[in-house]
């Protein structure tokens, strides 16, 4: 028979026994979890993990559209002095093209103009010196939306315009300072599965001057997850992430100090071998810094896949070790106006410059 008084001190030492056997499973747990490898993120405090992302979505039906309003995070003053605001944007196809309006096929038509308004409505909203879009169709569409933007109050002057592959589908830069030089990548093509292919959308590559410092631009739209009968999606998208690459290293080669803004629609997160082969080697002096900027309520998402009901990060600006000192990532931000919606499936990335 076991005496009460003793059973007290047996349970005492069982929890105590047991207490530190979780305590060291936890820390076990722990030690097995981490890693050396390239951080989440490039400053303090990571973002929430990043959902697959999702094909284009060309022919879903257009979203709804509504009014643009202020943020509730409002736009931060321009930079003071010698600094510049850029906005990374994927505008969602401002071209001709079969689409759905309120449910219905329209063949050849434009992208409607109540979308139109709603994203020159957000860039009016935000300010930016230097604009990086997505999915434009011909030069004319892009001259389009600088006519709209003006009109708004918005004057960028200067224009550079490319493409690849695509016929459809093109990046344009727009800016209220000089662009003082254009390029061109050496390679633009790359041997997949015995075939040859060329990079989707090219590889936008413009030099802006802005209060006597230069910004070199490369901007791409890669790969979507859409799948095509040719090849693996994934793997042209790898590829041309290579060619990207590949771009950004000849020209630190030649310049280790050259104040590259790296951008755009990657279609990948950020664990993926697309991203990483982007951004590099994270102790090489040619790795690229992943602005992590989130939204007014802390989410860090860009995209939303409506068909899927799925948010990710998938749009991105990237900045050679150069410039990250002049990136504010305090007040950079991802802009989140209601109503955003109504202008694009993506969300707009601004990255202030000091």
């Known amino acids: 028979m076991v005496r009460r008084h003793h059973i007290q001190p047996m349970l005492l030492h069982s929890r105590r026994l047991a207490a530190g056997c979780l305590a060291a499973f936890s820390l076990l747990l722990a030690a097995c979890d981490s890693s050396t490898e390239t951080p989440d993120w490039d400053t303090p405090g990571s973002g929430p993990a990043a959902i697959d992302e ?5 022919a879903a039906p ?16 321009k930079p003071a002095g010698n600094g510049m605001r850029f906005v990374a944007y994927n505008v969602l196809n401002w071209l001709t093209m079969d689409r759905y309006i309120d449910r219905e096929l329209h063949r050849s038509t434009p992208k409607p103009v109540k979308d139109k308004a709603a994203v020159i409505a957000l860039m009016k909203a935000h300010s930016p010196d230097v604009l990086g879009l997505c999915e434009i169709g011909t030069a004319a569409d892009l001259e389009e939306i600088r006519e709209q933007l003006k009109a708004a109050g918005l004057n960028f002057p200067h224009s550079h315009y490319t493409g690849g592959s695509d016929s ?11 662009i003082t030089a254009t390029s061109k990548p050496a390679r633009t093509e790359f041997q997949l599965n015995g ?34 009968p040719d090849a693996d999606e994934e793997q042209i998208r790898v590829h041309e992430a290579r060619l990207l690459r590949r771009h950004v290293d000849s020209i630190l080669a030649g310049d280790p100090n050259a104040r590259l803004i790296v951008y755009g629609d990657f279609n990948d997160t950020r664990p993926t071998p697309t991203v990483k082969t982007i951004t590099g080697s994270y102790n090489s002096p040619g790795y690229l ?8 309520k802390g989410h860090a998402w860009t ?11 998938i749009d991105f600006i990237t900045v050679s070790q150069a410039l ?6 305090q007040n950079s931000y991802i802009i989140d106006d209601p109503g955003w919606d109504a202008a694009s499936d993506h969300r707009p990335i601004l990255a202030i410059f000091r």
């Open 54 to 58: 999702v094909p284009e979505t060309a």
């Open 62 to 77: 257009d979203l709804k559209a509504s009014a643009v309003t202020p943020s509730a995070k409002p736009p931060t003053a």
């Open 168 to 178: 459809v589908r093109r990046l344009g830069l727009l800016s209220r300072f000089p």
């Open 195 to 228: 075939r040859m292919f060329g990079i989707n959308r090219g590889i936008l590559d413009a030099t802006v001057t802005a209060h006597g410092k230069s910004y070199r631009f490369l901007g791409v739209h890669l790969k979507s997850k859409r799948p095509v």
């Open 289 to 296: 810094t992943a602005l992590p900027a989130k939204d007014s």
């Open 303 to 313: 995209h939303h896949w409506v068909p899927h009901d799925i948010y990710s990060r």
């Open 324 to 329: 990250r000192s002049e990136l504010d990532f």
